[in-house]
């Protein structure tokens, strides 16, 4: 599992200069990814294979004298399907990235990039620490229907609670609950700190 560090310092060498006509990189302040370890990889690759192996396996057997043997559908969907799911959850659920810059907070779960979460600090109301147990519980209490969690599977470490002023709430798993709670509540304070910018005045 890598280990990035809470203030995103191992990051800031690696960030490429822009070049013509090309954006600039955002300064990143925070950035963390989660996996599981490589055997959990390699169990679900191979119990993916072997159902995969078997639903394809009883497709290509020859049929018997006498009207046996045909091809029974539904072992082969229930295998394929079965297949099919362990590589969701393999590419799904097992990883984790936390992305924090001065105008925004990213989250992104699995191997593609995709955004499951991107606010600004603005819209942060409150921001503390949670420890939950299995089953998605926060002091032995199911949290409400507007509650978001963050995390990969089979990892319950301690978290960050961030509610958001439209009554959102969002639990994100993560190594450095406290670096990434005093950089939400810095960022937001010097967010809302800022002085609004005189409005346009309409040409004469």
């Given at each position: ?103 925004a907070l990213r989250v992104w779960k699995g191997w593609w990039a995709h955004s499951r979460l991107s606010v ?70 010097l967010t809302l700190a800022q002085p609004e910018p005189p409005p346009a005045q309409a040409e004469a």
């Amino acid at each position: 599992m890598r280990q990035d560090s809470p203030d995103g310092d191992d990051d800031m060498s690696q960030l490429p200069e822009p070049g013509p006509g090309r954006r600039p990189e955002p300064l990143i302040l925070f950035r963390e990814e989660q996996s599981v370890p490589w055997f959990v990889y390699a169990l679900l690759f191979v119990a993916a294979a072997f159902l995969s192996a078997r639903g394809l396996a009883a497709l290509s057997r020859p049929p018997v004298a006498g009207g046996g043997g045909a091809v029974s559908w539904d072992y082969v969907a229930i295998h394929l399907l079965a297949a099919a799911s362990l590589a969701w959850i393999g590419l799904r659920h097992t990883r984790m990235m936390i992305v924090v810059t001065p105008d925004a907070l990213r989250v992104w779960k699995g191997w593609w990039a995709h955004s499951r979460l991107s606010v600004a600090p603005t819209a942060i109301e409150d921001v503390s620490q949670v420890v939950w147990a299995f089953g998605h519980k926060i002091d032995g209490k199911k949290t409400g229907p507007n509650t978001r969690w963050y995390d990969i599977r089979g990892s319950r470490p301690p978290g960050v609670r961030i509610t958001f002023e439209d009554g959102r709430v969002a639990i994100l798993a993560t190594r450095y609950p406290q670096p990434l709670e005093d950089l939400l509540r810095k960022l937001r304070a010097l967010t809302l700190a800022q002085p609004e910018p005189p409005p346009a005045q309409a040409e004469a």
